[in-house]
């Protein structure tokens, strides 16, 4: 019984850890870009798709990837995802061009679309709901949350010490062990009452959100109104609304809509896309800030971001702690009130700015924020929801927050430059009118977080724990 208890905790170490890699995947890249640029000579225009490709294979392929756990087994997808992400960062760091580098990110994100729905349905398969799960989905929770704002850390760092192909090279080693390791801590389970794949729901699914991820991509460099983007919204709309209607008449269905009535993981889900949607474009931003208007460099720049990286891990575990004594809303509550104050507190950045002035403060709050928020929602997305389904829950909260960051990261870049272009037709100096922009942009985070609180307050659940409403759970396919 020991052994079998530490071999629990010894899994949770091994996902977090591919967890933490992933993450940090999202991130790393922000700081090594110019260099990127230099070293592959990069187009202005394409140098975005080093980050959008990414999240747009991540974003599309992550419902599939959860579904494809629950039914063709947790840990032979786990492993399947470890191998398509470690192949992928090692042709990152090698890449010679702008195409082999935009596709090795690409097949990156497919392997992390794979292995974060995997890796956390596993983690809700092998822990028992309440209290031990909580604490296991504290620990993911602050994995993720360090794991954000580590990658601008390390990006950094890497960048500066090394050269920028280490951001992927580091992943190759972390893989392998990964995937020496996985056999022997992690168990085989899956949907054993599911006897056929839902292929028609899966290709219609993947290629809506994929629209989705690329029209958002595209509205930056196009315009919201422009009619190239108009008509990938209306696909991804058609696309979206087919899957809807084919998943309500099969009779096994990739996805179970039933699962959103349970309103603590349609609350998680909706507060997920928000924190999304704020986080992602306010480090892009503020990245940009120390480097275009404070003269940072790639290394001190991630040094600044250690204030985040490490106030994000303490406040995630006292966030774990919290939720297992006071609940998932007042927690979450508290998280995007931090994180909105934190973007209140970067609308008065200066072009002579400090970082002890300008930038120590609101760090300090998002870390706080991150913390409250990254822990909450990990656990009230898998409230009370089937193992059968573990997968499902898994990519449904993964696809809403990535696809927020990539329409954050779109919409507060076009305001960004929108108002920059406005200031310097008016006169001012490039430093100021830079300012300008992302002032507006961290403005809108501070509304976009703000509906955060509010979909905090109305939608989530304090009875958070609650269990499955439906029928008994079938029995999981046992360990090999």
Do not use: C
């Not at 959008?52 to 786990?78: H, K, M, P, Q």
């Not at 008509?231 to 996805?255: D, I, K, Q, Y």
């Not at 992602?280 to 800030?289: D, H, K």
């Not at 290394?299 to 939720?323: C, E, F, H, P, R």
């Amino acid at each position: 019984m020991i052994a079998s208890h530490r071999r629990k905790w010894l899994a949770l170490a091994l996902l977090s850890v591919v967890q933490f890699m992933v993450v940090l995947d999202i991130a790393i890249v922000n700081v090594a870009l110019p260099s990127i640029q230099i070293d592959l000579g990069f187009s202005q225009g394409n140098l975005q798709w080093v980050i959008s490709a990414y999240a747009l294979v991540f974003g599309g392929f992550l419902l599939l990837g959860g579904r494809s756990a629950d039914l063709l087994g947790r840990r032979r997808i786990f492993l399947g995802g470890v191998v398509v992400f470690t192949l992928a960062s090692l042709l990152a760091g090698l890449a010679w061009s702008e195409g082999s580098l935009i596709g090795a990110r690409a097949l990156q994100g497919l392997g992390a679309a794979i292995i974060t729905p995997a890796a956390l349905s596993i983690l809700s398969t092998t822990f028992v709901e309440g209290r031990e799960r909580n604490i296991a989905l504290g620990v993911w929770g602050a994995v993720g949350g360090f794991g954000a704002a580590a990658g601008v850390l390390l990006g950094g760092i890497l960048t500066d010490a090394l050269s920028w192909e280490w951001i992927f090279f580091v992943n190759v080693p972390v893989g392998v062990s990964a995937f020496v390791a996985a056999p022997f801590l992690l168990d085989e389970s899956r949907d054993a009452r599911m006897r056929s794949f839902d292929l028609p729901g899966a290709v219609l699914v993947t290629s809506g959100l994929s629209t989705v991820v690329y029209a958002i991509t595209q509205a930056g460099q196009d315009g919201w109104l422009a009619g190239r983007t108009l008509g990938l919204f209306a696909a991804a709309l058609a696309l979206l609304v087919g899957f809807v209607g084919w998943e309500l008449r099969h009779s096994e269905p990739l996805m179970r809509f039933g699962i959103l009535q349970i309103r603590t993981v349609s609350g998680a889900n909706v507060a997920g896309f928000i924190m999304g949607t704020a986080m992602f474009a306010m480090f892009l931003m503020l990245t940009l800030y120390m480097q275009q208007v404070l003269g940072y460099s790639a290394m001190k720049t991630g040094v600044a971001y250690l204030a985040v990286a490490g106030t994000a891990i303490i406040w995630s575990a006292v966030a774990a702690q919290l939720v297992t004594r006071v609940g998932v809303k007042p927690v979450l509550v508290l998280g995007m009130s931090m994180l909105t104050a934190g973007l209140v507190y970067f609308t008065q950045v200066s072009v002579g700015g400090s970082y002890i002035g300008d930038l120590l403060p609101g760090f300090l709050l998002i870390g706080i924020g991150i913390g409250f928020s990254f822990v909450p929602i990990s656990i009230a997305a898998l409230a009370g929801v089937h193992a059968r389904e573990a997968g499902l829950a898994s990519g449904l909260i993964n696809t809403s927050q990535q696809i927020g960051g990539a329409l954050g990261i779109a919409a507060l870049s076009t305001i960004a430059t929108s108002q920059t272009e406005h200031a310097l037709t008016s006169g001012s100096a490039l430093p100021t009118a830079l300012v300008d922009g992302f002032s507006s942009a961290f403005l809108a985070g501070v509304i976009i977080a703000g509906l955060g609180i509010v979909a905090a307050l109305t939608l989530v659940r304090r009875e958070e724990l609650i269990q499955p409403q439906d029928e008994p759970e079938p029995a999981l396919e046992p360990a090999v």
